[in-house]
């Protein structure tokens, strides 16, 4: 919620545009990707997830793309609306780690703008 | 409802003081996790346990302790509160499977003054 404010980078989308959310990832050992959106004052709640294994995913209204060679990851949103203002945070798991503990991003915070 | 439940939700404390945050989780998953999060560091793990009777420490864990009471539930404890120990805290759990996905709760936001 409210605590992750002011250092997070934003982006600002007008309503029915589609949001692009950017992710760079640390380890290359890393198969397991989630995307994670956290509305004020509330925990983050799972949005879509990706595995090494695969270049893209489909959800509803939402796109996650995986560039391994960049250890880069996308969310794309269609058609933003307001309730989709929220932080985005991509969470990495590690392979070898058989505990399930994710590595998080720091965060984008989107606003939708009517 | 089905999910997991901390409290408080608010704390305020002075420096030095102890407290105790619960976490309980109603959907038999295995494993559990304490998170917090500050200001543009995202979400940082300070102690898991992968089934009821283990814990382990993660990435932050000095200054708290963890008792994972029975399946259902997850507490953190402060010792000896710091203002370096302000902060959100979430608690999550986990369906021992493929996915990595985790449910979380809605926080518990702690100030140390």
């Known amino acids: 919620g409210e605590s992750v404010g002011l250092h997070l980078p934003t982006l600002s989308v007008q309503e029915g545009d589609n949001s692009i959310i950017n992710c760079a990832y640390s380890n290359s050992a890393s198969d397991y990707f989630i995307w994670y959106k956290q509305e004020s004052g509330k925990g983050p709640q799972f949005i879509i997830d990706i595995r090494s294994n695969m270049d893209k995913r489909q959800g509803q209204r939402v796109t996650v793309l995986l560039n391994k060679t960049v250890k880069h990851l996308s969310l794309q949103i269609a058609a933003t609306q307001p309730g989709d203002s929220a932080v985005y945070f991509c969470?990495?798991?590690?392979?070898?780690?058989?505990?399930?503990?994710?590595?998080f991003g720091a965060g984008t915070q989107v606003v939708v703008t009517p | 409802n089905a999910g997991v439940t901390q409290t408080p939700k608010f704390q305020v404390l002075k420096t030095g003081q102890s407290m105790t945050l619960q976490c309980a989780q109603d959907m038999n998953h295995n494993s559990m996790y304490w998170y917090r999060q500050d200001p543009g560091m995202g979400l940082r793990l300070i102690y898991y346990?992968?089934?009821?009777?283990?814990?382990d420490k993660g990435e932050v864990p000095n200054g708290y302790n963890v008792s994972r009471l029975n399946k259902r539930e997850f507490s953190l404890r402060l010792e000896s509160a710091a203002p370096s120990q302000t902060s959100v805290y979430f608690c999550a759990s986990r369906v021992e499977s493929r996915t990595y996905g985790y449910t979380f709760g809605s926080g518990t936001r702690l100030t140390v003054v």
């Open positions: 346990s992968a089934s009821e009777g283990t814990t």
């Open positions: 969470a990495e798991g590690g392979k070898t780690d058989s505990w399930g503990k994710l590595q």
